[in-house]
């Protein structure tokens, strides 16, 4: 397990379950599971953050699943305040993997190079697991509020501010707001959802306009 020296009981709970911890500073998220992988002394690596949880199915699947490929992808779903959201339900993503077959790239929502929102990603053969990965990212407001600042503002530090980027964010966040309320059915999770989904839509407009006043 990797730690950036966290201040909770964090370590003290994976090394009491048997993990090997690893502290080290934290410098980046691409940097970090770049990191973490290159630690990883196993031919095959399940990639966690610390907020994340294996539901049952998904311990059984990885349990049994079959060597001859590179990498599984398993499926997320995120909850907000306790309920799980449509519009983050059921993303796939390609987390247990050979550790020799994989790369990392980041994948900022907005238009600049943030070394964040990070991807794994493989050119050999990936399957898909069954059962759910369980994302615990926001048991409050509060909390989503300040990883959303948090997240913005680092967009925001490797964008160049543009009127007319902000503009073209503005207007493209219109568009986004419907296809996460109608298409991703955010609209059915009731205020929760709402309230996700506008903040989504306009994240990229928020960045560009925090990149315009620095």
Request: glycine share 8%.
């Amino acid at each position: 397990m990797l730690d950036a020296y966290s201040r909770d009981h964090t370590v003290q709970f994976a090394r009491g379950a048997g993990a090997v911890v690893v502290q080290r500073e934290w410098t980046d998220f691409v940097d970090a599971r770049r990191f973490a992988l290159a630690s990883a002394q196993t031919p095959w690596a399940l990639m966690l953050d610390a907020d994340e949880a294996l539901d049952d199915v998904l311990c059984d699947a990885i349990g049994e699943a079959s060597d001859d490929v590179d990498g599984y992808i398993v499926r997320r779903t995120t909850y907000f305040c306790g309920h799980p959201l449509r519009m983050w339900r059921n993303e796939p993503l390609l987390r247990l993997f050979r550790t020799d077959r994989v790369t990392l790239k980041a994948n900022p929502a907005a238009a600049g190079d943030a070394l964040l929102h990070e991807a794994w990603s493989s050119t050999g053969t990936v399957g898909e697991l069954s059962g759910t990965l369980l994302h615990f990212s926001y048991p409050d407001v509060a909390s989503y509020r300040a990883k959303y600042d948090r997240y913005t503002s680092l967009e925001a530090e490797r964008l160049r501010g543009s009127f007319f980027g902000l503009l073209g964010a503005c207007a493209a966040s219109v568009p986004r707001l419907a296809w996460l309320l109608f298409g991703k059915g955010a609209l059915l999770d009731g205020p929760r959802g709402w309230y996700v989904a506008y903040h989504s839509a306009i994240y990229p407009a928020v960045a560009m306009g925090k990149a315009l006043l620095q």
